[in-house]
């Protein structure tokens, strides 16, 4: 059974002295064989909400990783949902709730927008009802391009500590 995972992950700088700077909101969707992992970054004028991709793994890694982020980087799992994800073409996702949750209330269509996305940065946009704590309202590509440049620099390290343990 696939399950959908939405959590906070809780951002810290500082080396002796951890000051909170922020949340990051994270969507980890399993596919047949691999899982993506997007950080949430903002609501579009057109009602659909924008994400970055900053993971895509082989689905036996989904545990180790979801293990690795709760007990070290502070992530914090708010909502888990039964589903069935699918592939709809190359880059365009279907996530069918078993039922909704207080969240995530409908189906999610993800679909890579190439617009939007530059070489490092690859961007998703997510149609469906649901309730995220996005205080970023992004008006232009301009805007959505330098948020997700932000999200990225909170998010990369995190990431870099995950995949050095299994590169050893």
């Given at each position: 059974m696939?399950?959908?995972?939405?959590?906070?992950?809780?951002?810290?700088?500082?080396?002796?002295?951890?000051?909170?700077?922020?949340?990051?909101?994270?969507?980890?969707?399993?596919?047949?064989?691999?899982?993506?992992?997007?950080?949430?970054i903002?609501?579009?004028?057109?009602?659909?909400?924008a994400?970055?991709?900053?993971?895509?793994?082989g689905?036996?890694?989904?545990?180790?990783?979801?293990?690795?982020?709760s007990?070290?980087e502070?992530?914090?799992?708010?909502?888990?949902?039964?589903?069935?994800a699918?592939?709809?073409?190359?880059?365009?996702?279907?996530?069918?709730?078993?039922?909704?949750?207080?969240?995530?209330?409908?189906?999610?269509d993800?679909?890579?927008?190439?617009?939007?996305?530059?070489?490092?940065?690859?961007?998703?946009?997510?149609?469906g009802?649901?309730d995220?704590?996005?205080d970023?309202?992004?008006?232009?590509?301009?805007?959505?391009?330098?948020?997700?440049?932000?999200h990225?620099?909170y998010?990369?390290?995190?990431?870099?500590?995950?995949l050095?343990?299994?590169?050893?």
């Amino acid at each position: 059974m696939q399950t959908l995972t939405y959590g906070v992950l809780k951002t810290y700088k500082g080396l002796l002295k951890k000051t909170h700077i922020g949340n990051e909101q994270i969507l980890v969707v399993p596919l047949s064989k691999t899982f993506m992992v997007l950080n949430l970054i903002g609501s579009m004028k057109d009602g659909r909400s924008a994400s970055q991709l900053i993971l895509r793994m082989g689905i036996e890694m989904l545990p180790s990783f979801l293990q690795h982020y709760s007990k070290v980087e502070k992530f914090i799992p708010v909502e888990i949902l039964p589903c069935v994800a699918r592939q709809t073409s190359i880059n365009d996702y279907k996530v069918e709730l078993k039922k909704p949750g207080r969240h995530i209330k409908s189906n999610l269509d993800i679909s890579f927008d190439p617009n939007y996305s530059t070489g490092n940065v690859k961007i998703y946009m997510i149609d469906g009802k649901f309730d995220f704590n996005q205080d970023e309202y992004l008006d232009n590509p301009t805007h959505l391009k330098m948020s997700a440049q932000r999200h990225k620099a909170y998010t990369d390290g995190i990431l870099s500590k995950f995949l050095s343990k299994f590169m050893r």
